[in-house]
């Protein structure tokens, strides 16, 4: 075969390889675009920024717990990924929750609040650890006394509700933590931009695990903008985990239901930025990554998984770590002389 004839045919092949290539890049993302969204790149157009600005002063307010010691960002840490990375959160003297504190960041996409739904929504949520005696240990009257002693706050709660003829309130407390916290979202990971079209965001072991995470069966729970979030599964479908991961004395969505089918039933946790927020699951007893997708294929599909498949898994899932919120921490008013003391 002459030269120059050698030459074409190689470089035809090389042209169908590479298109080969393309295509089955682009059936795997259209595959995954089919099942998962991006992060908007941006919050919505429709939050009040004063309200914002409000409640990312709330949010690192620690007179909002009867110590002056707590605040919503002790357990939801903005420089940690939302969480607080320790089992369970240490609450009024120093008494221990009863389930991991799950991130912050993205929790506007998800259905409801807490593992087990408790919460409609941000503003439901924000009222709940304040006046909780193992958390913030608080009341609405003292907390809507300690604010309406500072005039700082009173004057950014008539700018955030200025139609509102008692701006100082713990609902309006609530609505600002919520716009604010709805503004923490971690746009452009490296999985967000494969799923607009960027094919080198990820390696070839990322979309091998990509497409195991989906052939598996995760997606059954996992799936949607924030990877989870969106349905309640029982933990343990097919074979429970041991007492130290699924304690028998929470039930979960039963305490809110009281219905018997919803025993040991938790909302799927989302995934976003899984790699920051260990330890895992609401008992938070398990701190590998690796060892989080064992168990979950084990209790939730009925399949072990091979070490190359967690390994690949994992490798993916390291890909949905999106661009953290940058958050200037706030200057709070000073105390006045009518503002209620702290309690031991």
Same mark, same amino acid.
């Given at each position: 075969?002459?030269?120059?004839?050698?030459?074409?045919l190689g470089s035809l092949l090389l042209a169908l390889g590479a298109a080969s290539a393309a295509a089955n890049a682009d059936?795997?993302?259209?595959?995954?675009?089919?099942?998962?969204?991006?992060?908007?790149?941006?919050?919505?157009?429709?939050?009040?920024?004063?309200?914002?600005?409000?409640?990312?002063?709330?949010?690192?307010?620690?007179?909002?717990?009867?110590?002056?010691?707590?605040?919503?960002?002790?357990?939801?840490?903005?420089?940690?990924?939302?969480?607080?990375?320790?089992?369970?959160?240490?609450?009024?003297?120093?008494?221990?929750?009863?389930?991991?504190?799950?991130?912050?960041?993205?929790?506007?996409?998800?259905?409801?609040?807490?593992?087990?739904?408790?919460?409609?929504?941000?503003? *439901?949520?924000? =009222?709940?650890?304040?006046?909780?005696? $193992?958390?913030?240990?608080?009341?609405?009257? @003292? +907390?809507? !006394? %300690?604010?309406?002693?500072?005039?700082?706050?009173?004057?950014?709660?008539?700018?955030?509700?200025?139609?509102?003829?008692?701006?100082?309130?713990?609902?309006?407390?609530?609505?600002?933590?919520?716009?604010?916290?709805?503004?923490?979202?971690?746009?452009?990971?490296?999985?967000?931009?494969y799923l607009k079209g960027d094919d080198k965001a990820m390696n070839e072991q990322e979309k091998k695990g990509l497409q195991?995470?989906?052939?598996?069966?995760?997606?059954?729970?996992?799936?949607?903008?924030?990877?989870?979030?969106?349905?309640?599964?029982?933990?343990?479908?097919?074979?429970?985990?041991?007492?130290?991961?699924?304690?028998?004395?929470?039930?979960?969505?039963? *305490?809110?239901? =009281?219905?018997?089918?919803?025993?040991? $039933?938790?909302?799927?946790?989302?995934?976003? @930025? +899984?790699? !920051? %927020?260990?330890?895992?699951?609401?008992?938070?007893?398990?701190?590998?990554?690796?060892?989080?997708?064992?168990?979950?294929?084990?209790?939730?599909?009925?399949?072990?998984?091979?070490?190359?498949?967690?390994?690949?898994?994992?490798?993916?899932?390291?890909?949905?770590?999106?661009?953290?919120?940058?958050?200037?921490?706030?200057?709070?008013?000073?105390?006045?002389?009518?503002?209620?003391?702290?309690?031991?």
């Amino acid at each position: 075969m002459q030269p120059f004839r050698k030459l074409a045919l190689g470089s035809l092949l090389l042209a169908l390889g590479a298109a080969s290539a393309a295509a089955n890049a682009d059936a795997l993302r259209d595959q995954a675009n089919g099942i998962f969204k991006p992060i908007p790149e941006k919050p919505s157009d429709t939050l009040n920024p004063d309200q914002v600005t409000l409640g990312r002063q709330l949010f690192f307010e620690p007179r909002l717990s009867a110590s002056h010691v707590i605040s919503c960002n002790t357990c939801h840490n903005i420089g940690t990924g939302g969480a607080d990375n320790v089992p369970t959160s240490s609450g009024h003297e120093w008494q221990k929750g009863a389930r991991n504190s799950p991130t912050v960041f993205n929790a506007v996409f998800n259905v409801a609040q807490f593992w087990d739904g408790r919460a409609k929504d941000l503003e *439901e949520q924000a =009222k709940g650890p304040v006046q909780n005696p $193992v958390e913030m240990h608080n009341t609405p009257k @003292n +907390v809507e !006394l %300690t604010l309406q002693s500072m005039p700082e706050y009173v004057a950014a709660f008539g700018k955030a509700f200025p139609k509102d003829p008692q701006p100082v309130s713990f609902d309006n407390m609530a609505r600002a933590i919520q716009a604010f916290e709805s503004t923490l979202i971690t746009p452009d990971s490296r999985f967000d931009l494969y799923l607009k079209g960027d094919d080198k965001a990820m390696n070839e072991q990322e979309k091998k695990g990509l497409q195991t995470f989906m052939s598996a069966g995760c997606i059954a729970c996992h799936n949607g903008v924030n990877l989870g979030g969106q349905a309640y599964f029982p933990f343990g479908l097919v074979k429970k985990p041991d007492d130290k991961i699924l304690p028998s004395g929470d039930k979960g969505r039963f *305490e809110v239901t =009281k219905t018997e089918n919803d025993e040991y $039933v938790f909302r799927a946790a989302p995934l976003r @930025n +899984v790699a !920051l %927020t260990a330890p895992y699951f609401h008992s938070g007893q398990v701190w590998n990554l690796d060892e989080a997708v064992k168990i979950m294929g084990n209790a939730q599909l009925g399949k072990q998984l091979n070490d190359e498949e967690v390994g690949d898994i994992v490798a993916f899932l390291k890909t949905v770590t999106g661009k953290q919120p940058t958050v200037e921490y706030p200057l709070l008013p000073p105390s006045t002389a009518t503002t209620p003391k702290p309690v031991d």
